[in-house]
């Protein structure tokens, strides 16, 4: 770990050419004006709710997303909003799945999630995220299919607001929302006072944007952010996800647009799947927080 630490911290200095305007505390660390929150979602760990809570916990995150926690806890909210309180957690959001287009049944789509809003409300969280699956497997991308998507994001996001719950859009790689250009389209058309954004940093990357010029230009839609990294395969056959400071995404530039809009919200660190045959959740986990402690956010 005494070596990952110190490479990390050499990758990190060789970013900072970029970074001259950031005040800087001694060994090269960001000084942190934005007062952000951080977070770690469960889903690298699978459906094991329960071991991700404590371990998250344990790692010193003070929020969490939650991931299909409805076959554990469906029926009884209750048990999981002790396990929540007794880690100390804040439910920061819940992962609600996709809201498709073009389904013949929208109002079908648009229960799901408002049902799922109701779940987290019991659990004391504010948000929902969705996702669509909704992308052609061939051809271009329809703009009136993204027009369509933003809509039923705001028809959604109108009937969670009922019971104070907001709807937020994640921006993702082999969805509606791939590339900063249909990104942009959907939230034109996806109404600010019901729909939120969850900027996934990784995926608008791999998109092809620039996700620190994204802080900036939705500084007024970004109610969270997902903080992780991705490399390309070899051969560029591909992307997988990393732990943070692992991959080709800046960071720091990210971190650094974040204290230009004096963000305040949380910043959830996401991984998908643990990249490494052997490596615990956990060990991911470290690793991302360890990177974050050299920018100087002592999680």
Not at 159 to 181: K, S, V, W
Not at 187 to 211: M, N, R, T
Not at 250 to 279: C, H, M, Q, S, W
Request: hydrophobic letters at 40%; a neutral charge.
């Amino acid at each position: 770990m005494k070596e990952y630490i110190e490479s990390s911290r050499r990758k990190f200095l060789m970013q900072l050419g970029i970074l001259t305007a950031i005040p800087l505390l001694g060994s090269g660390k960001i000084l942190p004006a934005a007062k952000i929150k951080f977070g770690y979602s469960t889903i690298t760990w699978g459906n094991d709710i329960e071991r991700a809570i404590k371990e998250i916990a344990s790692l010193g995150f003070t929020g969490v997303q939650l991931r299909n926690p409805f076959a554990a806890y469906g029926s009884k909210p209750e048990v999981l909003k002790q396990l929540l309180s007794a880690a100390n957690l804040e439910v920061v959001m819940l992962s609600s799945g996709n809201a498709n287009i073009n389904t013949g049944n929208d109002e079908s789509e648009i229960t799901k999630h408002v049902e799922n809003a109701k779940f987290i409300k019991k659990l004391g969280g504010k948000r929902i995220q969705i996702t669509n699956s909704s992308r052609p497997k061939t051809g271009d991308v329809k703009e009136e299919d993204l027009i369509r998507f933003g809509k039923l994001l705001t028809e959604i996001g109108s009937r969670t607001a009922e019971f104070d719950i907001e709807t937020t859009y994640h921006n993702h790689m082999e969805q509606l929302g791939e590339t900063p250009e249909e990104v942009d389209i959907i939230l034109q058309h996806a109404d600010p006072k019901y729909v939120g954004f969850l900027l996934d940093i990784a995926h608008y990357f791999q998109g092809g944007g620039d996700p620190a010029a994204a802080v900036l230009k939705y500084k007024d839609r970004i109610k969270m952010l997902h903080l992780k990294d991705v490399i390309s395969k070899e051969g560029g056959n591909g992307y997988q996800f990393v732990e943070l400071g692992q991959g080709s995404v800046d960071i720091p530039a990210v971190f650094k647009a974040l204290n230009t809009i004096n963000f305040k919200g949380y910043a959830v660190v996401e991984l998908d799947a643990v990249p490494v045959k052997g490596r615990t959740q956990l060990a991911s986990g470290q690793i991302s927080k360890d990177y974050l402690d050299t920018l100087g956010y002592n999680i």
